[in-house]
């Protein structure tokens, strides 16, 4: 069975440039998160999506930051324009029901902005 | 507001001898307790999870945490360590009492076992 599965794994780009992350949950899940992980702050929740629908975006540092989920199956996160200080791993990571269950994580997209 | 405090940066234990690696937790109401682990250059990978019943709980390689409900903590143990334990624990929880889905995470603890 496939977990969840993120693209690219590693961006490398320069401050200014749109960076896309995709992100592939796992079939059949119907929560989906963002998560970005930095030495300085661990692990921070940007946004999930209930059934493919924006829950709580509170997380996302401004508005440079969007994320979307046309459906059930895929997810991205888009930074416009990029900044040095986004540079970090995200996290996609999906789970399903009603909220007892673990997080599935995918392996990340490694992410430097030059 | 829910938060997760794991207050070692790092746990150092010889092979063969029992680890703790410890977590404390702050909800409002009765909370949903897990322990992931994070290899270099990998995700998170989920070990236990606390939701309701006996307050030791087993997870994957042997691990488990004892929930204390009067002292807040969510302990992660383990009887022997292995060399290949050595990797990044994170402790993370969400209340039940909401229908917000999302875990919060602590800072992580970094799991160092020596051969």
């Known amino acids: 069975d496939a977990g969840v599965i993120q693209s690219p794994r590693h961006e490398v780009t320069e401050m200014g440039q749109e960076v896309t992350l995709r992100c592939k949950p796992i079939?059949?899940?119907?929560?989906l998160f963002w998560y970005r992980q930095t030495m300085m702050r661990g692990l921070e929740l940007l946004i999930y999506?209930?059934?493919?629908?924006?829950?709580?975006d509170s997380g996302m540092p401004e508005d440079r930051f969007s994320a979307k989920m046309p459906n059930a199956s895929f997810s991205t996160l888009k930074i416009q324009p990029s900044e040095p200080r986004d540079s970090a791993v995200y996290f996609c990571?999906?789970?399903?029901?009603?909220?007892?269950?673990?997080?599935?994580f995918g392996e990340g997209s490694r992410l430097t902005v030059l | 507001a829910q938060s997760v405090a794991q207050p070692e940066d790092q746990v150092n234990v010889a092979e063969g001898n029992p680890l703790t690696v410890k977590c404390t937790y702050s909800?409002?109401?009765?909370?949903?307790l897990f322990w992931y682990v994070q290899y270099p250059n990998r995700g998170l990978q989920f070990l236990l999870k606390?939701?309701?019943?006996?307050?030791l709980v087993k997870g994957s390689y042997g691990f488990e945490a004892e929930f204390n409900k009067s002292q807040t903590s969510f302990h992660l143990k383990k009887p022997s360590a292995l060399v290949s334990d050595s990797a990044l624990y994170f402790c993370?929880?969400?209340?039940?009492?909401?229908?917000?889905?999302?875990?919060?995470f602590g800072s992580g603890t970094r799991l160092q076992v020596q051969p």
């Open positions: 079939s059949g899940h119907n929560s």
């Open positions: 999506f209930n059934n493919n629908v924006p829950i709580d």
């Open positions: 909800v409002s109401g009765n909370p949903y």
């Open positions: 606390y939701i309701t019943g006996d307050n």
């Open positions: 990571a999906s789970t399903l029901g009603v909220g007892t269950g673990e997080l599935f």
């Open positions: 993370a929880v969400r209340a039940t009492d909401t229908g917000r889905r999302a875990l919060t």
